[in-house]
C-alpha cells in the first residue's frame, strides 16, 4: 500500500479485514473464480457530477410522464442490485414518510455455509431486516451504487447538487459482502421472484416487480449466463459494468462472460466522463475498459456516466476513505461526510439501470430486447474515442458502444408524454448529429468467455483501482 495516506491504509486493510474474517469462517470452498469484483477508482481532481444530465435523465423528470401520469422518475420499478450491502437509513434512501427505497433486503452468505446448495437454487438466499445496514463491515460499495440508481435529489449544505437516475425507484439489495458469496445463487432468487419480490401479498406499489438487475463487478460464469438470459427471456434486464482496465483496442479488456453473451436484454456498460459539466460530448473514461477492435462481441453495448460520480457514503465506510476524495456533508446540518466521489463502470452500471427504470415507467410492457434495442437506436453519438462503425442495425465502436445512453429520447420512443415547458425539447433529438462515417460490418471472431466462478479476496480490486492512471500496453491484460 505504498504511496497511500496513512488514514486510506488503514480503510484498505479494514476492508480486506472484514473480507478475510468472512472467508476464513466460512473455510475452503471448490471452484473458485478468479475474475476480481470491478470495484470503483479515485476520482482523480475533477468536479463531481450526478451525471444525471448529461443523458438528460434531469430533463425527463422533468419534462416527461409515464403511462402512469406521473413524473417520469422510475416508479413502478424495482432495481436489484447484487453488491456488497446498502445502509438504509442514508438520507439518499429516505421516504417522506419515514421508510426507505428499500423494498427488501437480502444476504447470499448462507447460500456459501449450506455448501449443499447448488448454484441455481436461491432458496439458500435469506430475508436481512429492512432496518439494519447491511454495507458495514463490507466496504460501502453497494451504498454508493444504490445512490446512483435511486438517490433522492437535493442540494447539499456546500451547494452540490446530487441525486440518482431514478429517484422513484426502489430497490431490492442482496447483499453478497466484500468478497461475493453466492452471487449465483443471488441471481437464481431475482429469477425465481422478480415478479413479486416481497411476496404475492404485497402490493406493487409497496414493493414493485423487478425490471433491471444491476452488477458492478466481474463474471466469468456460465451458469450466471444461463441465470440471465432467462431473466430477458422474463423481460428483465441485467447491466453489467464492463470494467476499468482501459486499453488500445489490440485486445479485450471487457467483462468476461456478459461480453460474450448476444442476448437482447443484457447489457455492458462503458464509463463516460461528462467533465462535471454535463455535456453531452464529454470523452470516454481513460479507464473504462475497451474491447477488441477485431472482436465486435466484446465491445459494450453502450456508455454511461461513470468519472467522478458524487453519491451516497459514510465517513466509516472503507470505500470512502480508500477511493472518495471529496466528503460532502448534508442534507440535514447533522449528516457529516454522508456523500462522497469516486470514478468507473461501477457507477455506469447503476445509472443504465436507472435509466431503464424510467423506460418501464414509459412502456410497462415492453420487453427487455425492446428496450435494449431503445437505448441502442437513440444512443448519443459523441464524437471522442474510436469511429463508430455498422453492427447490425446499429453503430457502435470498441470504447464507448453505440454511444451515449439518452434518457430522453429513449422514453419518447417509448411512448412518454411530454408535459409543462417543453420548449428545451420541442426540436427532435439529433441521434445522428455527431456520428461519424459508418464501415462496413465486422464479422464476429469472439469466442465464448470460458468457465469459472468464485471469489477474491478485495485487496486485489482496492490495490489495483489505486494505480495512477495510465494506458495499458498493447496486447496487456487485466483483472489479475
Known amino acids: 500500500m505504498k504511496g497511500l495516506g496513512a488514514g486510506r491504509r488503514a480503510a484498505v486493510a479494514g476492508l480486506v479485514g472484514s473480507a478475510l474474517a468472512v472467508c476464513a469462517a466460512l473455510g475452503p470452498r471448490p471452484a473458485l473464480a478468479q475474475t476480481p469484483p470491478v470495484i470503483g477508482l479515485p476520482n482523480y481532481g475533477g468536479p463531481s457530477t450526478t451525471g444525471t444530465a448529461a443523458v438528460r435523465a434531469d430533463l ?58 447448488a448454484p441455481s437454487d436461491g432458496s439458500c438466499v435469506t430475508d436481512l431486516p429492512l432496518t439494519v445496514d447491511s454495507d458495514t463491515g463490507h466496504g460501502g460499495h453497494g451504498t454508493m451504487v444504490s445512490g446512483v440508481a435511486v438517490g433522492n435529489s437535493y442540494t447539499l449544505t456546500d451547494g452540490t447538487p446530487v441525486g440518482g437516475f431514478a429517484p422513484g425507484a426502489r430497490v431490492v439489495m442482496i447483499s453478497a459482502t466484500a468478497a461475493l458469496q453466492g452471487i449465483d445463487n443471488a441471481f437464481a432468487w431475482v429469477l425465481a421472484h422478480h415478479a413479486a419480490p416481497c411476496g404475492d401479498g404485497v402490493p406493487a406499489s409497496t414493493c414493485p416487480p423487478i425490471r433491471v438487475l444491476s452488477c458492478s463487478w466481474g463474471a466469468n ?17 441485467t447491466v453489467w459494468a464492463n470494467g476499468n482496465q482501459g486499453g488500445d483496442g489490440t485486445t479485450s479488456n471487457s467483462n468476461p462472460s456478459p461480453s460474450a453473451d448476444p442476448t437482447p436484454g443484457v447489457m455492458t456498460v462503458a464509463s463516460y466522463d461528462d467533465q462535471g459539466t454535463g455535456t453531452r460530448d464529454g470523452k470516454v473514461s481513460t479507464t473504462s475498459s475497451r474491447g477488441a477492435a477485431s472482436q465486435p462481441s466484446t465491445w459494450p453495448d453502450i456508455s454511461a456516466p461513470g468519472d467522478n460520480m458524487i453519491s451516497a457514503c459514510r465517513p466509516y465506510l472503507a470505500i470512502c476513505m480508500a477511493i472518495g476524495t471529496g466528503p460532502h456533508n448534508g442534507p440535514a446540518a447533522t449528516d457529516v461526510g454522508t456523500y462522497n466521489t469516486a470514478s468507473g463502470t461501477s457507477f455506469s452500471a447503476p445509472a443504465l439501470a436507472g435509466v431503464i427504470a424510467m423506460l418501464f415507467q414509459a412502456d410497462p410492457h415492453a420487453s427487455a ?40 429520447a429513449a422514453a419518447l420512443r417509448l411512448g412518454a408524454s411530454r408535459h409543462g415547458d417543453v420548449a428545451a425539447a420541442a426540436a427532435p433529438p439529433q441521434y445522428g448529429a455527431t456520428q461519424p462515417a459508418v464501415v462496413a460490418s465486422l464479422p464476429n471472431t469472439a469466442s465464448p468467455a470460458p468457465a469459472g466462478r468464485g471469489m477474491v479476496a478485495l485487496l486485489v480490486a482496492i490495490l489495483a483501482t489505486l494505480r495512477t492512471r495510465r494506458r495499458r500496453t498493447p496486447g496487456s491484460r487485466s483483472w489479475r
Open 60 to 117: 425527463a423528470h422533468q419534462q416527461l410522464r409515464g403511462t402512469d401520469g406521473e413524473p417520469l422518475d422510475g416508479r413502478g420499478t424495482s432495481i436489484a442490485i447484487i453488491d456488497t450491502g446498502v445502509d438504509p437509513t442514508h438520507p439518499a434512501f429516505s421516504l417522506p414518510d419515514g421508510s426507505s427505497k428499500l423494498a427488501r433486503s437480502l444476504s447470499a452468505l448462507p447460500c456459501l455455509v449450506q455448501q449443499q446448495t
Open 221 to 237: 460464469d456460465l451458469v450466471i449466463t444461463a441465470l440471465e438470459d432467462k431473466l430477458a427471456a422474463e423481460g428483465v434486464l
Open 369 to 408: 430486447a425492446k428496450i435494449d434495442d431503445t437505448l441502442k437506436a437513440t444512443a448519443y453519438k459523441f464524437r471522442d474515442g474510436a469511429p463508430y462503425q455498422r453492427l447490425g442495425g446499429y453503430t457502435s465502436s470498441f470504447d464507448k458502444g453505440a454511444g451515449l445512453v439518452d434518457a430522453y
